[in-house]
């Protein structure tokens, strides 16, 4: 599994506005939801299933990066994706700084396998400093399509 295969690129948020964790959450719900992978009628089960999981343990694990994720039987196929605060915002993380990229991962609810293999890409690109320096100081789109093509051919 590659990133490209779970990103949605027309719901990557290079820039996003909202200034808490609960604003971050639906912003890349609606984000996703613009994109045609969430349907309207489920958008807030959605945000308050993952705030629920945020409420259990943050999905903040430190070095400027969170990713919230959720199963949830709406969601037909697994898709994520990803927002940059430019001012970082207080998600609880497990070291108490603030998280400035955010990755965002629904999955259907009976896919629990592929649930894990996203999450460890996800995580395998996020423990990279490079990865995370380059996520930071993205302006657009294209610069995160950019970088999510280069891991994804380096694997890194």
Do not use: W
């Amino acid at each position: 599994m590659k990133l490209q295969e779970i990103m949605v690129e027309s719901a990557l948020v290079p820039s996003l506005g909202a200034v808490t964790r609960d604003e971050v959450v639906a912003e890349l719900v609606d984000a996703l939801l613009g994109a045609g992978i969430v349907e309207k009628a489920h958008r807030d089960d959605i945000i308050e299933a993952i705030l629920e999981r945020e409420r259990r343990g943050s999905t903040g694990f430190g070095k400027g990066v969170a990713v919230p994720h959720v199963k949830h039987p709406s969601v037909k196929r697994m898709a994520a994706t990803i927002g940059v605060s430019p001012k970082g915002v207080d998600f609880n993380a497990l070291d108490r700084q603030p998280v400035y990229s955010v990755v965002l991962l629904l999955s259907p609810g009976d896919q629990p396998e592929d649930h894990l293999r996203a999450m460890e890409i996800i995580f395998q690109n996020l423990s990279q400093d490079t990865f995370r320096r380059f996520l930071r100081q993205v302006s657009t789109v294209d610069d995160i399509i950019t970088l999510i093509r280069e891991a994804d051919s380096q694997q890194l």
